[in-house]
C-alpha cells in the first residue's frame, strides 16, 4: 500500500520529466497529464474504493476511456469503475497489431512478430504498430479525443498498461493544440519509471499473464526516440495531428474546445517556468 496518496504537482510532466503521479493502490502507472482535463493511467481492474474515491474528488473524474480489446474487456470482466455512477465510461478499441490479448509487445522487434503487411516497412515496429492504430480506428481515437473536449471534468485514458494505446491518444490530443513537443514526449516516456510495477500487476491477471510471464520487463518500457518519430511522420504525411483529427471528424469546434481546455496551461505549467 502507498501511504502518501496525493499526487506529486499540479501539471504535466514537462521537460524536466517530473511525471505527476497519482498515488493509487490499484494502478501502476496513473498520473495526471492536465489538472482537472486529462488524466492515463493503466488497468484500473484493480482499483479499490478509497482510489475512486480519490479520483472523482481530487481529481474530479467524469469519463474514463477505455481503448481495451473487446476480448480484453471480456476476459477482465466490469472493473470497480463501472459501478460508480458518477463516472461514464466509454469503449473506445484500437485494435493491436500484436495479434494477442494485447499491444504489450509492440515494444521490441524480437517481441513482437509481424503478421501482416506494413504501410510502415522501414519504421520500427513499434511505430509501425502506432501508426496502425491511426489506420485500423480512427473513430476511436478522435472519438475519445472528441470527448476529452467536451467533458466538464477529467477525462481519463487507460488501455491495459496505459504506455502505448493510450500514449498515442494522448499524444495527439496534446500536440493538435501546440502543446511542446518536449512535453509531450516526456509524458510518454514517464511509464519507463514504472515499467516494473506495471509488468508484475499485468502478469498477475490471467488475461496477459501468457504474453508476459517469464520476459523482462524493461524489454517492455517505451523506447525514446518512438514518439519523437511517431510525431514526425504524422507531419510529414498528414500534415500535423491537427490535420489529421479534422479530416477524420473531429470539427473546428471541438478542436476549439479541446484548446480552451489545454491551452491555458500550456505555457504556465506544460512548458515549465521561464526564467527571469
Known sequence: MIADRTCHDQG????????????????????????????????????????????????????VLDLRTDLEVELEGPGPITREPRVRVEHRSLYPRSGGNTDLDTVADTLWPQRDASEWPDES?????YLSYMSARPDS??????????????????????????????????????????????????????????????????????????????AHAPVPGTMDRVLQLVDDVFGGSTEWLSSHGLTASELDRLRARIEPLNRRELDGPRPG
Open 12 to 63: 504535466m510532466a514537462g521537460s524536466n520529466g517530473d511525471a505527476r503521479w497519482i498515488a493509487l493502490d490499484g494502478a501502476a502507472n496513473a498520473r495526471v497529464v492536465v489538472p482537472g482535463v486529462l488524466l492515463r493511467s493503466d488497468n484500473l481492474q484493480g482499483l479499490t474504493d478509497t482510489d475512486v474515491h480519490l479520483l472523482l474528488e481530487e481529481q474530479a473524474l467524469e469519463v
Open 125 to 129: 515496429r513499434v511505430v509501425q504498430a
Open 141 to 218: 481515437i478522435v472519438g475519445s479525443i472528441r470527448t476529452i473536449a467536451n467533458a466538464r471534468g477529467s477525462a481519463l485514458v487507460h488501455c491495459a498498461a496505459g504506455k502505448d494505446r493510450t500514449g498515442v491518444v494522448v499524444a495527439l490530443a496534446l500536440d493538435a493544440v501546440g502543446v511542446d513537443r518536449e512535453a509531450i514526449v516526456s509524458d510518454y516516456m514517464a511509464s519507463a519509471e514504472r515499467i516494473f510495477a506495471i509488468m508484475a500487476r499485468l502478469v498477475s491477471s490471467e488475461t496477459y499473464r501468457s504474453e508476459l510471464e517469464g520476459r523482462d520487463p524493461r
